[in-house]
């Protein structure tokens, strides 16, 4: 597996060996001791999600502000802009954000610390996105950063105006969220 640094050093890109032939191809998607040996990242995954979203939805910034997750997204079907930021406030990098096309095509991962809201917008006629967590989802600890807040300045490759939730549009501004410490 080839491991990416983003431009937030904690948020990484995985690329996993694909193996092709005339049948088609095969990889791991994911394997503790090899994740372990090379990101130096020691996990546990105790949950796994999976949507479907059409073309132009936008879904995020979500996070838990207790019981936070780590998570390892990728796209089966279709392609997503995916974004992280950074919402640790002793974090040199905090409020900063980084993103990463992740499609079928590509086969890429993200490794999305806790600490991080998570967000993607579907850039394809629809995506699947696939992601395991280190924590169990927890309602009543679901925050959302808005996706627009201009202090996070994100470039999100949007054409026209995205498909959000109603949770998702009362997202709050960084200023006015929870962090963490």
């Known amino acids: 597996m080839k491991v990416i640094p983003s431009t937030i050093p904690e948020v990484l890109t995985l690329e996993p060996e694909v193996f092709k032939d005339e049948r088609g191809f095969f990889f791991e998607s994911f394997n503790e001791r090899a994740f372990a040996a090379d990101t130096g990242i020691k996990v546990h995954f105790v949950q796994d999600n999976h949507s479907r979203s059409v073309r132009n939805v936008l879904r995020g910034l979500h996070y838990q502000i207790l019981q936070p997750q780590g998570k390892l997204v990728r796209v089966t079907?279709?392609?997503?802009?995916?974004?992280a930021v950074d919402l640790r406030k002793?974090?040199?990098?905090?409020?900063?954000?980084?993103?990463?096309y992740l499609s079928d095509k590509n086969r890429r991962m993200r490794w999305i610390p806790a600490g991080f809201a998570h967000g993607f917008l579907v850039t394809g006629d629809c995506a699947e996105v696939q992601y395991k967590?280190?924590?169990?989802?927890?309602?009543?600890?679901?925050?959302?950063?808005?996706?627009?807040?201009?202090?996070?300045g994100i470039s999100w490759p949007l054409k026209g105006e995205p498909i959000v939730s109603q949770k998702d549009r009362a997202g709050k501004r960084l200023r006015d969220a929870e962090i963490f410490p």
């Open 90 to 100: 002793k974090s040199v990098t905090f409020g900063k954000w980084t993103a990463e």
């Open 133 to 152: 967590t280190t924590d169990y989802w927890a309602a009543q600890h679901e925050r959302c950063v808005a996706w627009n807040d201009p202090a996070l």
């Open 77 to 83: 079907v279709g392609e997503v802009f995916d974004v």
